[in-house]
Nanobody, 125 residues
Framework: VQLQASGGGLVQAGGSLRLSCAAS????????VGWFRQAPGKEREFVAV???????????DSVKGRFTISRDNGDNAKNTVYLQMNSLKPEDTAVYYC????????????????WGQGTLVTVSS
């Protein structure tokens, strides 16, 4: 599965962005899909994940109430997962990565089958 993330950019604090993750070469069929981020000088961290059906979502505490993950499964050839980010803060600045086959191991979502390339989100104060 090849994943293509897009939608990053520069935004002021309090603003919004929507990231998209599309699959190519294969569909997202059957995979939970999530977002991770890596800020400069920090380790990559979990942000959000959504089940294949879209019926279950989980978020990192740092983004709960501000970020929403969703997916469009209407056409298996064009599965897309979104991350709507509202009330952005400077500490949200990071490279955001989408990932497929995200599962929990040891109490955290840190098992990933496929990684996409990142998209940079910069939040200015």
């Amino acid at each position: 599965v090849q994943l293509q993330a897009s939608g990053g950019g520069l935004v002021q604090a309090g603003g919004s962005l929507r990231l998209s993750c599309a699959a190519s070469g294969h569909t997202f069929s059957g995979y939970p899909v999530g977002w991770f981020r890596q800020a400069p000088g920090k380790e990559r961290e979990f942000v959000a994940v959504i089940s294949w059906t879209g019926g279950r979502t989980y978020y990192a505490d740092s983004v709960k109430g501000r970020f929403t993950i969703s997916r469009d499964n209407g056409d298996n050839a064009k599965n897309t997962v979104y991350l709507q980010m509202n009330s952005l803060k400077p500490e949200d600045t990071a490279v955001y990565y989408c990932a497929a086959g995200v599962t929990a191991a040891g109490g955290t979502f840190n098992s990933v089958e496929y990684w996409g390339q990142g998209t940079l989100v910069t939040v200015s104060s």
